[in-house]
């Protein structure tokens, strides 16, 4: 059974960071394209970041880029996502999730790419 344990959110002021964390288990992690989707109140969950199997290729919503920064750690089968320069924006309960396919980066920004989805762990962002 797979499972994706998130950590790491909180609530952290304007300008600040935060590292959140995806510890995986019950897939072989190094084969799997792993992302972070976020949800904030009222609104549909959304693309944040990708990252390949290897960890050479990674993607990032136009929201994000330059302030976040995906990273994984395939001998500890875990994700990253370090949040640099936080905004009210940013605000949200972020999941880490894993395609669906093996070597995939298809539709790498639709919820439909994924096929298994942490709890979710709440970032807010307070001014």
């Known amino acids: 059974q797979v499972q994706l344990v998130e950590s790491g959110g909180g609530v952290v002021q304007v300008g600040g960071s935060l590292r959140l964390s995806c510890a995986a288990s019950g897939r072989t992690f190094n084969k799997y394209t792993m992302g972070w989707f976020r949800q904030a109140p009222g609104r549909e969950r959304e693309f944040v970041s990708a990252?390949?199997?290897?960890?050479?290729?990674?993607y990032y919503s136009d929201s994000v880029k330059g302030r976040f920064t995906i990273s994984r750690d395939n001998a500890k089968s875990t994700l990253y996502l370090r949040m640099n320069s936080l905004t009210s924006e940013d605000t949200a309960v972020y999941y880490c999730?894993?395609?669906?396919?093996?070597?995939?980066?298809?539709?790498?920004?639709?919820?439909?790419?994924?096929?298994?989805w942490g709890q979710g762990t709440q970032v807010t962002v307070s001014s």
């Open positions: 990252i390949s199997p290897g960890g050479v290729t990674t």
């Open positions: 999730t894993t395609h669906r396919s093996v070597y995939s980066l298809a539709s790498y920004q639709y919820n439909s790419a994924y096929d298994y």
